[in-house]
């Protein structure tokens, strides 16, 4: 089975800081992750692996930079990494990505399946997953938290907000990932030293058959034209220093006080 | 290891990965564990999935081969988590010392594969009569036909509870006292029996306990090196070693001086963090600079190690040296922290206990002094 896995570098947002003074992110001394999402959908797919054999291939756009976040699934399961750089690449939205990452899998497939994090923390906008079947004419499925093959097809399971339902799509197929029961598993230390040695090659703008308007700035009809920080929502109370049984009483107390129970 | 500045990248990435899977699979147990005094296996199983086992292996039998240096980086991550669980894992591993020394390839390989399958080794040397003063060691090693015959008991044994490999020091000739005592791989199921668990005062997710040979038969092939060897080799084998297992009590310190240092900046007493109490702030300066040296010590030692050369001096003042620091600084931050450091709701009580053990096992720190002192004699 030829499986495609597509992540993305982003900030880490549990160490994010914002300028009050210009309500942007500083990115500074911020620390890349892999999407978290993208994890559970590498996980997900070294799964597939495990039980029906195969490859996984990894592939990103993104800054030099992001070929650490490559390396760091070659170590967790993926046996082959792309990084798709290119100044050309600069400033595209969700269409204009999904635009160029079809052309890099018609480049480097055919894949059988190809996974996604359902979104992305940075962007949040989970539309790349599913862009990126309609450009390949794939079948999609989305928000999936379990998956095995089935028939001449494979089956998952759909999470909604208060439920979830079982679907079914045949092969070749998109499907974008939700968090999934079990976590990704550990790099082994020879699997992290092997990464480390590991060629990327890289896929830049001529390697690919794509109009230059079609992409990057140009080819992206989304415009951003305001980000801020919402208010937030007043301090919290912290109950510190307590035996736990006193601390839960005054807990449903301030509770109780405020008609919150 | 953010406090020593000249890690590689390849150890960066090593320490990264330990503490990504201690992080969370260690640190929301080590209160129950310490409690219980038990160790944490599946923890254990995870870290050898991951390859640490393997670390100490050298690639000819199929390790990772890490220097001493890497090592004792790695060791004092594990010891900022738990010094015990740190100690367990590392002598899990550690039987095998010996027999790269001075056992046959076949041994080496054997023993290896034992570790890498998951098994846990364990060294006996100690007894009940028989501590600092090796030369009183009565368990025996009897020649049999093509087998050989152990009988005594071993006492305060790491990881006899849970170990499936011994390695033991046993007598075979009894006139000819340190040089009269051999080394032996014996395996658990050749009827190896664990005797009463201590309950310690520190290091508790260690287990320690009595190990007893009542006639356990072993070929004559499981003697590593030659018979009369086996003080030599262990004495050998310990110097190197020592450093490496005082990396925890560095990482306890650390770990002491971390809560500490977070404590004092939070903690209002006169209207003022009490860190800017002249009192407390030199409190902690005094931790760092002995952290500092203790940890520059032992690398220095473990270095020594990697380029082959002697390390009789470089050992004995890590080990000394370390493990006193540790039993300071864990005894100052329980100061800093005042009467919560005291209570078991705060972690550097802990610490304290934890910290102890140090300045008695691997050759308690009298001895050391000795072999400083006999050192300095000779030179």
Known sequence: MNILVCIKQVPDTTEIKINPETNTLIR??????????????????????????????????????????????????????????????????????????????????????IFCGKQAIDGDTGQVGP???????????????????????????????DGYEVVEARLPAVVTVTKTLYEPRYPTIKSKMAARRAQIDKITFADLELEADSIGLKGSPTRVKKTFVPQAKGNGVIIQNEPADTAARKLVALLGENKLV | MENYLLMTEEQ????????????????????????????P?????????????????????????LSQETLAILNEEMGKFDAGFGCSFSFACGGIKTVLLAGTEEQKQYYADRILNGGISCTCITEPEAGSDVAALRTTAVKDGEEYIINGTKAFISNGPIADTFTVLAVTDKEKGTRGMSIFIVEKERGVKVGKKENKMGIRMSPTSEVIFDNVRVPAGNLVGNEGEGFKIFMKSLVRSRPLIMSFAVGIAQKALDLSTAYAKERKTFGSPIIKNQGVSFLLADMEIQIQAARNLILYAARCADAGMDLTSASASAKTFASEMAMKVTTDAVQVFGGYGYSKEYPVEKLMRDAKIFSIFEGTNQIQRVILGGYLAKK
């Open chain 1, 131 to 161: 862009e990126l079947a309609e450009y390949l004419d794939m079948a999609q499925i989305t928000n999936i938290s379990e998956l095995e093959l089935s028939g001449a097809g494979i089956k998952g399971k759909k999470e909604f907000g």
């Open chain 2, 41 to 65: 296996m599946h923890v254990h199983e995870i870290l050898c999935e991951a390859g640490f086992s393997a670390a100490m292996i050298p690639e000819a039998y199929g390790g990772l081969g």
């Open chain 1, 28 to 113: 500074q001394g911020v620390p890349s992750i892999v999407n978290p999402f993208d994890t559970y959908a590498l996980e997900m797919a070294a799964r597939l692996k495990d039980a029906a054999g195969g490859e996984i291939t990894v592939i990103t756009m993104g800054p030099e930079q992001a070929a650490n976040a490559l390396r760091e699934c070659l170590a967790a399961g993926a046996d082959k990494a792309y990084l798709v750089n290119d100044a050309a690449f600069a400033g595209s939205d969700t269409l204009a990505t999904s635009k160029i990452l079809a052309k890099v899998c018609e480049k480097t497939g055919p894949f059988d399946i």
């Open chain 2, 12 to 39: 960066k990435e090593l320490v990264g990965m330990l503490r990504a899977i201690l992080e969370k699979e260690l640190a929301p147990i080590i209160e129950e564990y310490d409690e219980l005094g038990e160790y």
